[in-house]
């Protein structure tokens, strides 16, 4: 059974960057499609990023397309996202999300909803402020 675990969260002024890395363990995750996720204070959890098992895929949330870019480790032990040109809206919990994706169709056409991943982190957060 996969474990996640999130890091890289803290606090960090508009305009800043910060990477934050989902380190799997117990498991290799190389052939996993993983998922990055956030939920703001009072707002429903939504989709940030994916990247596909066979990494020929990755999709952003429009919100930060352009911003933020998903990266995984060759050797299949973390999954990363790079968020640049960090803004107030993007303070929230974020989450990394991985399932083993079998049948290779999370992360194909689009970002995949949270109910289609199976294994999940506990969060680190991010808060953007001046």
Not at 94 to 115: F, I, Q, T
Request: include cysteine; glycine fraction near 10%; proline fraction near 4%.
């Amino acid at each position: 059974q996969v474990q996640l675990a999130e890091s890289g969260g803290g606090l960090v002024q508009p305009g800043g960057s910060l990477r934050l890395t989902c380190a799997a363990s117990r498991q290799n995750v190389e052939y996993y499609t993983l998922g990055w996720f956030r939920q703001a204070p009072g707002k429903e959890r939504e989709a940030v990023s994916c990247i596909s098992m066979s990494d020929r895929h990755t999709y952003y949330a429009d919100s930060v397309n352009g911003r933020f870019t998903i990266s995984r480790d060759s050797a299949g032990h973390a999954v990363f996202l790079q968020m640049n040109d960090l803004r107030p809206g993007d303070t929230a919990d974020y989450y990394c999300a991985a399932d083993p994706d079998v049948l290779m169709r999370l992360c194909v056409h689009g970002l995949s909803p949270e109910n289609e991943y199976s294994h999940w982190g506990q969060g680190t957060r991010v808060t953007v402020s001046s």
